[in-house]
Antibody, heavy 119, light 108 residues
Framework: EVQLLESGGGLVQPGGSLRLSCAAS????????MRWFRQSPGKGLEWVSS????????TYSDSVKGRFTISRDNPNNTLYLQMNSLRADDTAVYYC????????????WGQGTLVTVSS | EIVLTQSPGTLSLSPGDRATLSCRAS???????LGWYQQKPGQAPRPLIY???SGATAIADRFVGSGSGTDFTLTINRLEPEDFAVYYC?????????FGQGTRLEIK
């Protein structure tokens, strides 16, 4: 059974940093691209970042480019999202997802972790 | 960026009814890379449909996706009580991946 378990969310002050982790199991992690999405009440569902199976192809949304860094540890089946210079509008539930290899859509989602940026 | 517009915003129906949800794209969605998700309060989005019409794993066959180009539809036949939720369309064929704003399906 595919499982994605996010952790690392919490309350952080504006300008602060946070690192999210996503522990994957139930599939060969190193064979699949992964993505982060987020959802806030004001902006709905939003794609944040993607990383290829080998970690060599990375893309970011314009809203996080230069502040967030996606990475992965294939031997330990873990996806990361390093978030720096956090702003109030980064407040959201962050979801880790697995990209389907042949279709491209996100076929499995974690339960999400809440990030709140507030003073 | 492809903008997805969903209609209606809210749909009020009864169990047993048929629901028709629309998703219109600002430009053609490549290779029918259009998906639908269901979301209930406090839960992650659940994949329903990918490639415009293919059912995701373990999805009941009363969920039917159709459409191409810029106009897509999710039809839910014979609504069950557990189907009342928010539904989102998503295009994943062009970067950035984008979502519609959602349609809330509520019990009448």
């Amino acid at each position: 059974e595919v499982q994605l378990l996010e952790s690392g969310g919490g309350l952080v002050q504006p300008g602060g940093s946070l690192r999210l982790s996503c522990a994957a199991s139930g599939f060969t992690f190193s064979n699949f691209a992964m993505r982060w999405f987020r959802q806030s009440p004001g902006k709905g569902l939003e794609w944040v970042s993607s990383i290829s199976d080998g970690g060599d192809v990375i893309t970011y949304s314009d809203s996080v480019k230069g502040r967030f860094t996606i990475s992965r540890d294939n031997p330990n089946n873990t996806l990361y999202l390093q978030m720096n210079s956090l702003r109030a509008d980064d407040t959201a539930v962050y979801y880790c997802t697995k990209r389907s290899d042949d279709t491209g859509y996100s076929d499995y989602w974690g339960q999400g972790t809440l990030v709140t940026v507030s003073s | 960026e492809i903008v997805l517009t969903q209609s209606p915003g809210t749909l009020s129906l009864s169990p047993g009814d048929r629901a028709t949800l629309s998703c219109r794209a600002s430009q053609s969605v490549s290779s029918s890379s259009l998906g639908w998700y269901q979301q209930k309060p406090g839960q992650a989005p659940r994949p329903l449909i990918y490639g415009a019409f293919s059912g995701a794993t373990a999805i009941a066959d009363r969920f039917v996706g159709s459409g191409s180009g810029t106009d897509f539809t999710l039809t839910i036949n014979r609504l069950e009580p557990e189907d009342f939720a928010v539904y989102y369309c998503q295009q994943y064929g062009s970067s950035p991946i984008t979502f519609g704003q959602g349609t809330r399906l509520e019990i009448k």
